[in-house]
């Protein structure tokens, strides 16, 4: 059974950073298998936000695109998020999920496992 944990969400200023984390246990890194974040504002649909592959590969929304960093770690079975340069409408909780690469890009209705989340709140 797959489980994802998120931690490191908070409150920040703009222009600040955060790390979020994602713990991923029971789940089988094969070929075309990817884990990413989601995010979901109030009133707004669940929208990705970033993917890895099981190669390490990175893939970004285009609102992430030069602000935030994917990332994996094989032996300690994470996959983190650095934002940076974070805006108000950054606002939103955060959501690690867990599929094959093509349900992740297809959008949120196609994801079958996800965490918990983690709030980010970003002030102006």
């Known amino acids: 059974q797959v489980q994802l944990m998120e931690s490191g969400g908070g409150s920040v200023q703009a222009g600040g950073s955060l790390r979020l984390s994602c713990v991923v246990s029971?789940?089988?890194?094969?070929?075309?298998?990817?884990v990413g974040w989601f995010r979901q504002a109030p009133g707004q649909e669940r929208e990705g936000v970033a993917t890895?592959?099981?190669?390490?590969?990175?893939s970004y929304a285009d609102s992430a695109k030069g602000r935030f960093t994917i990332s994996k770690d094989n032996a300690e079975n994470t996959v983190d998020l650095q934002l940076s340069s974070l805006k108000p409408e950054d606002t939103a909780m955060y959501y690690c999920?867990?599929?094959?690469?093509?349900?992740?890009?297809?959008?949120?209705?196609?994801?079958?496992?996800w965490g918990q989340g983690t709030q980010v709140t970003v002030s102006s």
């Open positions: 890895i592959d099981s190669d390490g590969n990175p």
């Open positions: 999920a867990a599929d094959l690469c093509w349900r992740l890009v297809q959008g949120a209705e196609e994801v079958r496992d």
């Open positions: 029971g789940y089988t890194w094969s070929s075309g298998s990817c």
